[in-house]
């Protein structure tokens, strides 16, 4: 049998002890966030299953309602389980790993996410404006950029109430590219803006979760911009919106 970590570590420096006390603290915490948002979708897929199995149930209204219901439910682990792998591929690789870069059309790119927006946004109505410099393209990686610039985007429908308004920006200045999405949405609190890019930190999680949220979106954007060698700026305030900017330090190609 192993000796428990605290023997293994006990002869080691302090500053070195408490490092590691740190990381398994964190490993245990991501375990349990973990396997919290996998049960909360199985236990309501259990449920229905159930009242499936023990009721007579011949009402085609009624079923459709409980696979409805369960569709979802799996979509939701479904999401989870992709940003999970996505999150860990990126954390596991070089942060300047430039293999899969090339040259990213980004204005068509947000064309494209923007269409997606619009549909995600459907009957709430936003009004989803894109502001581009067209011939503007920088180096990267497109499947990681895509995924940055679809959290944020999302983000900004999700917790922005129905007929608000979303505007997209990607331009140049003084030798930066800038991508900056503004929402007139719920805002946030500025105590809880530093956390944001932590896994699974949400402000509000019943709100996250009832918009198909996986609470990891914020930290997969915070490892694309760190192997894009860019940085996050939020700035915000409750109940006037949200300014997400995301600063790549590169000339435009
Ligand atoms: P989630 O899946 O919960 O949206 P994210 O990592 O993408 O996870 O975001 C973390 C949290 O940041 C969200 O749960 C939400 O509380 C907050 N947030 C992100 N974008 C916005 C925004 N545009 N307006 C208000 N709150 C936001």
Redesign the pocket.
């Known amino acids: 049998m192993k000796p428990p970590i605290q023997d293994l570590i006990a002869d080691l420096p302090e500053t070195i002890i408490h490092h590691i006390q740190h990381l398994e603290r964190m490993r245990q915490d991501f375990v349990a966030n973990v396997s919290h948002e996998l049960r909360t979708p199985l236990t309501v897929i259990h449920g229905y299953l159930e009242t499936l199995i023990h009721q007579d149930l011949d009402e085609t209204k009624y079923l459709r309602k409980i696979f409805l219901q369960m569709h979802q439910q799996t979509l939701r682990m479904e999401n989870l389980i992709e940003d999970l792998l996505l999150l860990s591929r990126l954390e596991s690789e070089e942060e300047d790993d430039d293999t899969e870069k090339s040259i990213v059309n980004v204005p068509k790119l947000l064309k494209a996410i923007c269409k997606e927006a619009n549909t995600f946004s459907g009957e709430q109505k936003h009004s989803i404006q894109l502001k581009v410099e067209p011939k503007l393209f920088i180096e990267g990686n497109a499947f990681e950029l895509r995924s940055l610039f679809s ?2 985007i999302f ?2 429908v ?3 109430p129905a007929g608000g308004n979303i505007l997209i920006r990607w331009f140049n200045k003084n030798n930066s590219v800038y991508f900056s ?1 503004k ?1 007139t ?4 609190a500025a105590k ?1 803006i530093p956390r ?2 932590e896994r699974f ?5 019943g ?2 979760r009832r ?1 198909g ?7 997969i954007a915070k490892h694309v911009l760190l192997r894009h060698q860019a940085k996050l700026d939020v700035e ?1 305030k409750v109940g006037v919106g ?1 300014v ?1 900017t995301c600063i790549f330090r590169q000339p435009s190609k």
């Open positions: 959290n944020i983000n900004a999700k917790y922005t999405v929402d949405g719920i805002g946030i809880h944001l890019t930190y949400r402000v509000d999680p709100r996250s918009s949220g996986t609470g990891l979106g914020l930290a915000s949200s997400f």
